[in-house]
């Protein structure tokens, strides 16, 4: 069965430093995969997905991800984050055999000054 | 564009009670998903609607949930009778029709079961 795991449930990070929000994922079969992101008080909407092609996708507000298949990964990314990136981020991944989409438990990100 | 809009935005009900949520989708999407929310976890899909036809209604409880999509527009789900267990935020998303396509999520209804 598919399933997709968010490692850490919370990340602190000061102001200006990178950061790494890391998803795992199992399937047997093709995946597309996304990252969404939640600010307080607001819908998801969407950082970045992967489809095809190269691996590392950029996404908005400076974010990119890295698609490894062997490792079955999508590790979210930022090399200097700020306080408004203050938010919960969502990875999700869409099984194309099996049409289904799943959403991991979210890893809430604080930006410390 | 507008956005997805969901009504009520929140909702307070006691036990056995029913309780419906409305969502209007952006103009042109064919997908519509209903999906729960509990606090500290992630989306977790409901419901997956394709025009009219309910293509994904594995996980939807359907002892006391139902959803309905008339003319592949607006959506409507309704829980009758809640359960304390229920007190969630209900999040409705649409989009253009693939699973590779971005949803676009409403702000949720957050509904708490007295």
């Known amino acids: 069965a598919q399933s997709v795991t968010q490692l850490d449930s919370q990340v602190p990070v000061f102001e200006e430093a990178p950061v790494e929000l890391r998803c795992n994922y199992s399937s047997s079969v093709s995946v597309y995969l996304f990252w969404y992101v939640q600010y307080p008080n607001q819908g998801l909407q969407l950082l970045l997905k992967?489809?095809?092609?190269?691996?590392l996708v950029k996404g908005i507000n400076g974010f990119e991800a890295e698609f490894n298949k062997s490792q079955t990964s999508f590790h979210l990314r930022k090399p200097s984050v700020h306080i408004s990136d203050t938010a919960e981020y969502f990875c999700?991944?869409?099984?194309?055999?099996?049409?289904?989409?799943?959403f991991g438990k979210g890893t809430r990100l604080h930006i410390l000054p | 564009e507008a956005g997805v809009v969901q009504s009520p935005r929140y909702k307070i009900i006691e036990k056995k009670q029913p309780v419906a949520f409305w969502c209007n989708p952006i103009s042109g999407h064919n997908t519509l998903y209903w999906y729960l929310q509990n606090l500290g976890q992630g989306p977790e899909l409901l419901i997956r609607y394709e025009n009219e036809e309910a293509v994904d209604d594995s996980q939807l409880p359907k002892d006391r949930f139902s959803a309905e999509r008339l003319k592949g527009v607006d959506s409507t789900l309704k829980i009758q009778p809640a359960e304390l267990g229920d007190s969630a935020v209900y999040l409705c998303?649409?989009?253009?029709?693939?699973?590779?396509?971005?949803?676009?999520f409403g702000p949720g209804t957050r509904l708490t079961v007295l």
């Open positions: 999700a991944v869409s099984d194309r055999q099996n049409d289904k989409i799943i």
């Open positions: 998303a649409s989009s253009r029709g693939q699973l590779s396509d971005t949803q676009y």
């Open positions: 992967y489809l095809s092609g190269s691996t």
